[in-house]
């Protein structure tokens, strides 16, 4: 599997993928793509890795985000990042229109690409740890179905990097490693932070704590970064 980085324009990818590589991570800069491009793309076998949160010829699409919540007041948030990082992070109000974002017509792209027999992925980019790759799939959802935006975060990541014979989907033979969600993101995307329990190679763990479920009850106990946020915050 070889792949590239990318974030240029539509005659680079379509170079990148005669010389061989399997994909490449960033967006095409030009928009919108035409049916020559996401056809070629898709006939190869490309696998487009858009990165939509820090990607696009405009607003990064972690913005959107930053904008619509308070994010360092999220509980699970708090918990599993250090507090000093989170909070500068994440403390943004910078507000535009979706229509100033690229990203749903850079997911239309993507979602052409699939159409024709490519792949497309979600990229996180390591912007948030945790939400962040949630934050990619809900913008690829913003052009595809719930279920068609699933797979970019799901089989067709473990095919990119070809892992797919483990982890992926869920098969006889492969790790058990799984999400238990509480609603159904089929109806709403946005459920899939709605997290119950994770299963990670067969051992259960509380969605929110990580505490051990089964087979052995244990506390994931006090991570070495926690400590309390300054009052006021």
């Known amino acids: ?3 590239c980085e990318g974030d240029a324009d539509h005659l680079e990818y379509i170079g990148i993928a005669m010389d061989g590589h399997t994909g490449c991570e960033h967006p095409i800069l030009t928009l919108p793509l035409y049916r020559d491009v996401t056809q070629f793309l898709g006939k190869a076998g490309f696998f487009y890795s858009p990165t939509l949160n820090v990607g696009g010829p405009g607003p990064w699409g972690e913005d959107y985000f930053y904008q619509e919540a308070d994010l360092w007041k999220d509980a699970k948030l708090q918990r ?6 989170l909070y500068p992070h994440t403390q943004r109000r910078v507000m535009r229109p979706l229509t100033s974002y690229p990203f749903p017509i850079v997911s239309q792209g993507i979602a052409d690409v699939i159409a024709a027999g490519g792949y497309g992925t ?3 980019h390591g912007q948030l740890q945790g939400i962040d790759s949630h934050f990619e799939l809900w913008q690829m959802a913003s052009a595809m179905t719930p279920l068609q ?3 970019t975060a799901t089989i067709f990541p473990a095919m990119f ?5 483990d982890v992926g989907s869920l098969s006889v033979g492969k790790l058990a490693d799984l999400v238990v969600l509480n609603s159904d993101p089929l109806v709403n995307i946005r459920n899939t932070t709605d997290i119950r329990y994770v299963m990670k190679a067969g051992v259960l763990h509380d969605g929110n704590t990580l505490d051990e479920v089964w087979p052995t009850p244990k506390a994931m106990g006090k991570m070495f970064w926690a400590e309390p946020a300054p009052a006021g915050r």
């Open 80 to 85: 599993f990042i250090p507090w000093r990082w």
């Open 149 to 151: 935006a699933l797979r």
């Open 161 to 165: 990097i070809g892992v797919d014979r």
């Open 122 to 124: 979600i990229g996180a």
């Open 1 to 3: 599997m070889v792949t």
